[in-house]
């Protein structure tokens, strides 16, 4: 179950990163990782309802399970909002293979907060994926600056190392609290969090309303892909479920090409290739 919901995660979230990369052309970064909470949280508050209904939600939680909270949203709105920053810099299929490389730095956060331990092979995997991300910009060419482009892959990096340490305290959380539950706790935090910074601009108002539908389908892919996410952490370790997630890098450079007509489509799919390769060889020592 644990492998259908991380890949189920994984088309969701190449979906909603998509949308995002559609509103990065119109949206500032902050504002944009900002709006991907608000407006998730009334489908997390529709979902919740009807589980509680249901009598399968009984929204158990402790004083641990708000300190993850705390600390995930902290890490969650960093993560998202270097994400949307990045994306304003360059090619979402140059970006992508940058905002994959988690499983890489799980290798190291993970240990340290989980306590989840690798072989010899993660090893491995990590080299691959990493080459894959240096495939990627070798001889890259484009309209974009140098400089442009180079601050989005920074950023992408930045973002990637956020989002580890997110599996991480995901990973803690979902043992004490439902998926839903803590999706919809996380993502509030993260959106509280966030409003000082997004909505200091006055034009916000105005902002939403001209892309309000991209933005309720955004918040709609965002509750689906985080339950997707936090319930398989349910039954795979965080380095597992991040490294299965990363096929959703395919979905990011065949999207690119076709939605926004990126270039080096054939290179950045041998770079997709070799990172998901490096996934597999990370994932494969737990089956």
């Given amino acids: 179950m644990g492998t ?4 189920l995660a994984a088309v969701i979230g190449a979906s909603k990163d998509l949308v995002s990369k559609r509103l990065a052309f119109t949206l500032h970064g ?5 709006a991907s909470f608000l407006y998730a949280l009334p489908f997390y508050v529709l979902v919740l309802a009807v589980l509680w209904i249901l009598g399968i939600e009984a929204f158990a939680f402790s004083g641990a399970f708000f300190l993850l909270v705390i600390l995930r949203s902290v ?8 994400k949307m920053h990045s994306l304003t810099h360059g090619d979402i299929s140059l970006l992508s293979p940058f905002l994959s490389l988690s499983p890489a730095f799980l290798l190291i956060t993970s240990p340290l907060i989980t306590g989840d331990q690798f072989t010899a092979s993660g090893a491995v995997g990590v080299v691959l994926v990493v080459f894959g991300a240096i495939v990627v910009v070798y001889r890259r060419r484009g ?3 140098e400089a442009s482009v180079a601050r989005g892959i920074l950023l992408a990096v930045a973002s990637s190392f956020c989002f580890s340490l997110n599996a991480c305290f995901d990973r803690l959380a979902v043992q004490i609290a439902s998926p839903a539950l803590s999706g919809f706790a996380m993502t509030a935090a993260a959106a509280l969090m966030l409003a000082p910074f997004a909505l200091r601009s006055g034009d916000w ?18 509750v689906a892909f985080m339950i997707a996410k936090l319930a398989a952490l349910q039954f795979l370790q965080a380095p597992y479920v991040s490294a299965l997630m990363k096929s959703s890098i395919l979905v990011s450079v065949v999207g690119g090409r076709v939605l926004f007509k ?3 489509f054939a290179r ?10 490096g996934c597999v060889v990370i994932v494969v020592q737990e089956f």
Wanted: net charge negative; aromatic share 8%; proline share 0%.
């Fill in 4 to 7: 259908i919901f991380s890949l």
């Fill in 30 to 34: 902050t504002l944009s990782a900002f």
């Fill in 75 to 82: 890490t969650d709105a960093a993560a998202e909002s270097l």
């Fill in 143 to 145: 309209r974009q600056s």
């Fill in 205 to 222: 108002r105005s902002e939403f309303s001209a892309n309000s539908r991209n933005l309720w389908g955004r918040g709609c892919l965002e």
């Fill in 262 to 264: 990126e270039q080096d």
């Fill in 268 to 277: 950045r799919m041998l770079a997709s290739a070799l990172i998901i390769i």
